[in-house]
């Protein structure tokens, strides 16, 4: 057995396996370039793997060979031979096969996970292409290859879970990751028409920058919020459908090889009318005067009559808008993709659930837009209102219940009237030390309320101590006793409802 090749295996393996790596010189041999030739499946040793996870299989071929610790070490595997990793899932867990060119190999143990090699350094001379098999966990799926961390480019794997490539880019020491596709393509930027342009141009072609993504399959056009044409090839298309006068929105969506798609932004666009068209055709519609119900006039959406919050994903709009109006766009996005131009409505219902929700996230605020359109298509501003959403009914609030609002600090005990109609009082707890006075009230209590439901209640600033019939009125935390008839008290609009009862700890804490 040739001297340079037992060496070469060898020195590198842990002491523990020489016996065995003794067996294996059996299964390699030298040829008359000094290449190291495997005539069987040859067990790898690294750390952290087991022995019989990782082989070099039958008819690999290679310069040198080394082991030592978790990194396993190829040198010069020879133009058009192959060099072939088997593990206990793969035959090809990783074949290397170089073109124009040898290849050198560096295999970190811990990137073996359940028999698939995830991740492998090439080295290689300018020119040298490099064909791949790689054994992966899933079938007919599509794969991203990464050099560097940027990415290759993505191909599926065949009914055998292989995925097969040749790399043929530039060279230096060069890291390639392998894992299934489930990133989005990069973003692109709509090119013509440019935002807000009009065109009486019924042939007008839409053009868009392409994504700098090298896997990607197609795009699409979108216009007013549907698919237009799909399956386009290039960055350029005419729409399928004829654009009717007046306004309308488009955006462009790519989709790459596993499915993953990124959306451009929004762009809009005024198909102008043809001769006949009289000069007020292009005159935005007219602003709603003020009313009664619409007290500063103006373009408005209301939801729930502007309450501030809601326990209901579906809400009722009001849409306010000029005389000339005939449609409306409404949407959970500012941008308004995915909106649809509609005939205008004073008042519909609306899902507060945007595309990518099933239902909306409890105490999120929600926002929605809308803009208004004239018989021509001419689009006013966008106006827009929010509102709060809790998945929870209006909680019933018991009294002496400690409550404060939906991002507010101030915390609040709560006096029902004990008829169960009648005003409900409120007292701000003026100091965390008030806490301390009694075994009862604790911060893990306070309730969070909406802020129309604090609004429920009104101020108090009356106390008294249980069994006195002295009131005490409250101003920055110190009490003035009212020295007055029961008589004078009502005459003064004082009610005796909004009095709330404390302790001798507390009373004395607010000072005279």
């Known amino acids: 057995m040739p001297k340079k090749q037992t060496k070469n295996f060898h020195l590198n393996i842990p002491a523990i396996l020489l016996c065995v790596v003794f067996v294996f010189a059996f299964f390699i041999k030298a040829n ?42 190829i040198t010069d595997i020879p133009i058009a031979n192959d060099f072939i990793l088997k593990t206990i899932s793969h035959d090809n867990a990783l074949k290397l096969t170089p073109a124009d060119g040898v290849l050198d190999l560096t295999l970190d143990g811990g990137n073996i996970s359940s028999g698939n090699i995830t991740q492998w350094t090439l080295n290689a001379s300018s020119g040298t292409t490099a064909a791949h098999i790689v054994g992966v966990a899933n079938a007919n799926t599509w794969y991203a290859i990464k050099t560097d961390g940027v990415l290759f480019n993505t191909f599926q794997s065949n009914s055998s879970g292989e995925v097969s490539f040749t790399y043929n880019g530039s060279w230096s020491e060069k890291v390639f990751t392998i894992e299934v596709d489930e990133t989005n393509p990069t973003e692109f930027s709509l090119v013509s028409p440019v935002h807000n342009h009009s065109t009486s141009d019924s042939s007008q072609a839409f053009l868009w920058n392409a994504s700098s993504d090298p896997d990607v399959s197609y795009y699409q056009l979108y216009i007013d919020g549907g698919l237009d044409t799909s399956s386009i090839a290039n960055t350029s298309t005419i729409p399928t459908n004829s654009l009717s006068c007046g306004s309308h929105t488009w955006y462009v969506k790519t989709i790459d090889n596993a499915g993953n798609s990124t959306d451009s932004s929004t762009f809009n666009l005024t198909m102008a009318c043809a001769s006949g068209m009289p000069p007020s055709a292009y005159n935005p519609p007219s602003s709603p005067e003020p009313t009664e119900e619409n007290t500063e006039g103006g373009f408005s ?31 959970n996005n500012f941008d308004f993709k995915y909106a649809s131009i509609i005939p205008y409505q004073k008042t519909m219902k609306w899902d507060l659930s945007s595309r990518n929700e099933t239902v909306p996230r409890s105490y999120e605020e929600y926002t929605i837009y809308a803009k208004f359109y004239t018989q021509y298509g001419i689009v006013s501003e966008v106006v827009s209102d929010s509102i709060i959403y809790s998945n929870e009914s209006s909680p019933v609030i018991p009294n002496g219940s400690l409550i404060r609002a939906i991002n507010n600090y101030k915390v609040y005990i709560t006096n029902n009237p004990s008829t169960g109609s009648g005003q409900a009082y409120k007292r701000h707890i003026l100091d965390g030390e008030i806490f301390n006075f009694y075994g009862h009230l604790n911060w893990d209590n306070v309730q969070e309320v909406s802020s129309s439901q604090l609004n429920n209640y009104q101020e108090s600033f009356l106390i008294r101590e249980l069994n006195d019939y002295k009131v005490y009125e409250i101003k920055d935390k110190t009490k003035r006793w009212l020295d007055i008839t029961a008589e004078e008290f009502i005459d003064l609009g004082y009610k005796w409802e909004e009095v709330f009862i404390v302790n001798e700890e507390e009373l004395g804490w607010h000072g005279n």
């Open 301 to 331: 959406v209301l939801i729930n009559n502007d309450d501030e919050y809601t326990n209901g994903s579906t809400v009722n709009l009001k849409l306010l808008a000029g005389k000339d109006t005939t449609k409306m766009a409404l949407s």
């Open 32 to 73: 008359s370039s000094a290449q190291i030739q495997f005539t069987a499946d040859t067990i790898i040793s690294l750390s952290g793997i087991n022995d019989g996870d990782l082989y070099v299989r039958t008819n690999s071929e290679c310069a040198e060979i080394s082991a030592s610790g978790a990194i396993l070490t």
